[in-house]
């Protein structure tokens, strides 16, 4: 079963916190001077309290020190589904003249905790009986944004068939060819009774 709900978008300014997420794959990073838990997120683009939760052996996150091991919780397949959704809406857009978006790995992380949220609490809906509506659900994680919209998706297998499906329905084509944001993150979630869960964030910071 494919799904599209309506699409959704806001006009606001607003801001944001932290939960977390099981990640698939990992890699070990070597602390260094000068680095801090925030800075190594940046640097593999990947949420603080994830990290945090893939290494209980710190005691104080506040406190890392050169030549500790750290486990930084990485998604890449999931991540290359993202990508391939974010690079078919871009094409979409320069079909229609328009710049492309930018990616925003903090936004993608919000969207793919709103795809795991959708399969594992087994609703389809834009507000989220755990983080409340999408604008609730970006100032909670700390995103900012003065444009804001979101466009949701269950049951289609590949990046190819959701953007299709997306760019179909009116309220979404409406999202994808807004000129009035600039950036997007893609989150993608498998399993469930929908099988696969597809969520895109856009924001004008």
């Not at 091991?69 to 999931?78: A, G």
């Not at 919000?110 to 755990?130: E, G, L, Q």
Request: charged share 20%.
């Amino acid at each position: 079963m494919k799904m599209l709900c309506k699409s959704l978008i806001v006009v606001l300014f607003l801001f944001v916190t932290i939960p977390t997420m099981a990640q698939a794959q990992s890699v070990t990073h070597t602390v260094v001077s000068g680095d801090s838990m925030w800075k190594i997120a940046v640097r593999y683009e990947v949420g603080l309290s994830e990290i945090i939760a893939a290494n209980p052996h710190i005691s104080n996150p506040n406190l890392i020190y050169p030549n500790q091991k750290l486990t930084i919780p990485l998604s890449n397949n999931v991540k290359s589904l993202e990508q391939q959704v974010l690079n078919l809406t871009n094409k979409e857009r320069a079909n229609y003249g328009l710049k492309p978006l930018r990616a925003n790995w903090e936004l993608a992380r919000v969207a793919r905790y709103k795809s795991a949220d959708m399969r594992d609490k087994r609703y389809f809906s834009h507000t989220s009986p755990t983080y409340g509506s999408p604008f609730d659900m970006m100032r909670n994680f700390g995103v900012r944004y003065s444009s804001a919209a979101e466009n949701i998706a269950m049951g289609q297998q590949t990046p190819e068939q959701v953007v299709k499906d997306w760019m179909n329905s009116e309220g979404h084509r409406k999202n994808i060819l807004s000129q009035n944001v600039t950036e997007l993150g893609v989150g993608y979630a498998q399993g469930g009774s929908g099988r696969h869960y597809w969520t895109q964030l856009f924001r004008r910071p």
